[in-house]
């Protein structure tokens, strides 16, 4: 007789189980079982078995003089990989990207959408010319609703998509003037799209002002966002002309790369929805 299979809520509370300790040595590099189990909210005994399995299968190692465990570049290799689809888009964001580093010399930044969450992914940046600067690592997400990328991604979406996501976001406020209503928003999505940009001023992150355009598609549709981030002391009012129009150009740029025909971002025909 063959051996009954699990209950389906077990395989998930298994599965859930393995995330949280992958993302407790994602936060922490090396992290000892004890520590591991308590933030995976498990016993030592489960998080060993799971380490243990993980380690035979090459996704982390254990050093011999600690016993403490840390992730191996497998990981890493399957996250450089699933990427891969997203090849165009950095070919053509790469270089409007490094002219807007270098005529700025500000944090530059490239970001895609979830398709399935409310968040946007970075996958590429210039990191800035500055010692004080946001920093931004590779992977990291924010929230679409606090953050100009997310702002720029979502404007250049089709209405019943943009209403489907601002009907499902929590709107959980992250700095001094989050927008925490889907209203707001979506007034200011109508805006940004009409100007060709997107702003925001300390909605993702006290002190921090950032400006995005969108990289579209042959269809007009946005899969992927540039931004411009700036610590707010040192944004100079009398440039953001210069700025947008800088921003503006590289989008445009990028997306006549990847067979947008349309109208140019800022015109009064590109403000229009199709």
């Known amino acids: 007789m063959p051996a009954q299979r699990p209950p389906r809520t077990e395989n998930v509370a298994a599965v859930l189980k393995v995330f949280s300790v992958l993302e407790a040595l994602v936060a922490e590099k090396r992290v000892g079982l004890a520590d591991l189990a308590q933030r995976a909210m498990t016993s030592k005994s489960t998080a060993h078995r799971l380490l243990q399995t993980m380690v035979d299968l090459g996704y982390v190692e254990q050093d011999p003089e600690t016993e403490k465990y840390q992730?191996?570049?497998?990981?890493?290799?399957?996250?450089a990989r699933s990427l891969h689809g997203q090849a165009d888009i950095l070919r053509v964001a790469d270089p409007v990207m490094g002219r807007l580093s270098r005529a700025t010399g500000e944090s530059i930044n490239l970001g895609v959408m979830d398709d399935h969450?409310?968040?946007?992914?970075?996958?590429?940046?210039?990191?800035?010319?500055?010692?004080?600067?946001?920093?931004?690592?590779?992977?990291?997400?924010?929230?679409?609703?606090?953050?100009?990328?997310?702002?720029?991604?979502?404007?250049?979406?089709?209405?019943?998509?943009i209403a489907d996501r601002l009907a499902k976001m929590d709107f959980a406020k992250l700095a001094p003037r989050t927008i925490t209503d889907g209203a707001t928003l979506a007034a200011q999505l109508t805006g940004i799209r009409a100007q060709g940009f997107a702003e925001e001023i300390e909605e993702s992150e006290?002190?921090?002002?950032?400006?995005?355009?969108?990289?579209?598609?042959?269809?007009?549709h946005s899969v992927a966002a540039i931004s411009i981030s700036f610590p707010l002391f040192r944004?100079?009012?009398?440039?953001?002309?210069?700025?947008?129009?800088?921003?503006?150009?590289?989008?445009?740029?990028?997306?006549?790369?990847?067979?947008?025909?349309?109208?140019?971002?800022?015109?009064?025909?590109?403000?229009?929805?199709?």
């Not at 006290?206 to 007009?220: F, K, N, Q, S």
């Open 71 to 79: 992730l191996t570049l497998k990981l890493f290799s399957l996250g």
């Open 117 to 161: 969450e409310n968040f946007v992914t970075y996958i590429h940046k210039f990191d800035s010319a500055y010692n004080l600067a946001m920093k931004s690592t590779l992977g990291y997400r924010n929230p679409l609703h606090s953050t100009s990328l997310g702002k720029a991604l979502l404007a250049w979406r089709d209405a019943s998509e």
């Open 206 to 220: 006290a002190g921090v002002r950032c400006m995005a355009t969108p990289i579209l598609d042959h269809l007009g």
């Open 235 to 274: 944004f100079d009012e009398a440039r953001k002309a210069d700025y947008v129009a800088l921003l503006q150009g590289c989008g445009n740029e990028a997306s006549r790369a990847l067979g947008y025909a349309g109208a140019a971002l800022g015109t009064v025909e590109g403000g229009q929805r199709p």
